[in-house]
């Protein structure tokens, strides 16, 4: 079956900081895309990040990048500079060739302390 | 107004009404989503229209209904729910289906309370 595990519910930094969110997932699939999603308290979905699991250079958005592990299935979300407004819920997806459905992870809860 | 729409944006109703959902998108695509959104669990997919074909049904009970009149708009129609159907329901639409890349654009949601 495929999978997405987020081992962290919830989270909580000083603005400012950097914070990484973890997520592993699990696919026979040799090529697929990966998404970090973030749902502010608007509740709109919007994404942050995607990266294809073909190239191996890590996909940097201003300040979100992500750290992917291909062979440890492990697509980490790191926040340099954390400001308030990245207080949200995030959530880690994955979506193979073969089938176009997302795999959603269950999200962390990102809090930033002013 | 541009980007994904949805009315209302909360709605309480009893297991033996029915109500309506609505999701209006003004981006030009031809793909729409139905997504279940539960605490602290994955999100659901429910129905994908492309073209306003359904193209996915992933096993949704007969008590949800979904309605795609055109490309822009689409429905979700409720009638005798159950109170575990309590939930965030969110339209998410997309330029085409079956792009392994592709990005979806996501509404605000309707929450939705059954008593």
């Known amino acids: 079956a495929q999978t997405v595990t987020q081992s962290q519910p919830e989270m909580s930094v000083q603005e400012a900081e950097t914070v990484t969110l973890s997520c592993t997932y699990d696919?026979?699939?040799?090529?697929?895309?990966l998404f970090w999603y973030k749902q502010p308290p608007s509740r709109q979905m919007i994404l942050v990040i995607r990266q294809e699991a073909y190239k191996q250079q890590n996909a940097t958005e201003n300040r979100f990048s992500v750290n992917f592990q291909k062979a440890a299935k492990s697509f980490s979300l790191k926040i340099s500079d954390s400001q308030l407004g990245d207080t949200a819920m995030y959530f880690c997806?994955?979506?193979?060739?073969?089938?176009?459905?997302?795999?959603w992870g269950a999200g962390t809860k990102l809090i930033i302390k002013p | 107004e541009t980007g994904v729409t949805q009315t209302p944006r909360h709605l309480v109703m009893g297991m033996t009404n029915k109500k309506s959902l609505k999701c209006e998108q003004h981006?030009?695509?031809?793909?729409m989503y139905w997504y279940k959104q539960s605490a602290k669990k994955p999100l659901e997919l429910m129905f994908v229209?492309?073209?306003?074909?359904?193209?996915e049904n992933n096993s949704v009970p007969s008590r949800f209904s979904p309605e795609c009149p055109n490309s822009s708009h689409l429905f979700l129609h409720l009638h005798t729910l159950q109170p575990e159907d309590s939930a965030l329901y969110l339209c998410a639409s997309s330029p085409v289906t079956g792009a392994t890349n592709e990005k979806l654009f996501f509404g605000s949601g309707t929450q939705l309370s059954v008593l």
């Open positions: 696919t026979s699939e040799s090529n697929y895309y």
């Open positions: 229209y492309s073209l306003e074909e359904r193209v």
């Open positions: 981006l030009g695509h031809n793909a």
């Open positions: 997806a994955f979506r193979v060739e073969s089938n176009y459905q997302l795999i």
